[in-house]
């Protein structure tokens, strides 16, 4: 049976009811003056830690989390809006990169940070997959690159373009595959997960953002799908199984730097919606 452990500081609780209202799964009720769980509601629990967080006083403490390790949230601790605007026309591709490494502490921190991502139905299937060293990422390289060679040679259907990429490294040395970037973040998610494409997504998403308030450049690397794809051998090396849902970021130290944003603000087609 599923244990949540949820209890409550009498000492602390003010009797507000928030952890009852803004409980999703409204498992939440009172006994003897305190919020309280029953037993046999706690295997509907969403495991959002909701509780934890909008408690104001830190009386509650669920899954033996307490709220004193938590971060306080205040308005300095936030990015302002304008801040955010910025962040979001600013932010690039960046297709040019050191190849100094990442120190290793701070891959750790983002990917922490990274775990808080939203999933859809808060299913929390996510698993990151790193090359946090740029020498095992050129071995990674070559062995994208020779993979894509042994098809071509076998004469199996491939895209134009991958081919064009591999020609482009042999002959010119250009890497066109993974942009010369010292780091691989792939993400991926269980099959059985309520939405993984876009649990996926947001998490990159989410690290881009991240990695870019760090002074990481990023892109998306959509070569490395199309070739894992025409080379199912390579899902292993990602620790991928056959039919796992996945897609990866690129990142490293940039070797270019971007002075001003983009005019982009009429990028998209606005209907405002009446009924």
Not at 120 to 145: E, P, W, Y
Not at 222 to 232: C, I, R
Not at 256 to 272: E, F, M
Request: glycine residues 4%.
């Amino acid at each position: 049976m599923k244990q949540i452990h949820f209890t409550v500081d009498p000492q602390k609780c003010v009797q507000c009811n928030a952890c009852i209202t803004d409980c999703p799964r409204h498992i939440i009720s009172i006994s003897d003056g305190l919020p309280w769980v029953s037993p046999i509601l706690e295997a509907n629990c969403l495991e959002c830690q909701h509780c934890l967080a909008v408690c104001p006083t830190g009386a509650v403490s669920i899954f033996g989390l307490k709220a004193e390790n938590s971060i306080e949230l205040s308005a300095e601790k936030i990015p302002s809006a304008s801040q955010m605007h910025t962040l979001l026309r600013g932010r690039r591709s960046v297709r040019q990169y050191s190849t100094e490494n990442v120190p290793t502490g701070m891959i750790d921190d983002l990917l922490a940070t990274l775990a808080n991502t939203p999933t859809g139905c808060n299913d929390r299937t996510l698993s990151f997959a790193v090359v946090d060293d740029h020498n095992v990422m050129q071995k990674l390289r070559i062995r994208v690159i020779e993979s894509i060679e042994n098809k071509i040679e076998c004469n199996e259907l491939m895209p134009d373009f991958l081919s064009a990429a591999v020609a482009a490294y042999r002959q010119q040395g250009v890497d066109e595959i993974f942009r010369g970037a010292p780091h691989l973040l792939v993400v991926s998610a269980a099959e059985t997960a309520s939405t993984p494409l876009q649990d996926i997504s947001l998490a990159l998403a989410y690290f881009e953002l991240l990695a870019q308030c760090s002074g990481l450049g990023t892109t998306w690397c959509g070569f490395l799908k199309f070739a894992v794809d025409a080379a199912p051998e390579l899902r292993p090396i990602l620790g991928l199984d056959p039919e796992t849902p996945f897609y990866a970021m690129l990142f490293g130290y940039p070797a270019v730097r971007y002075h001003r944003t983009v005019q982009r603000d009429n990028a998209a087609k606005i209907r405002h919606v009446s009924l």
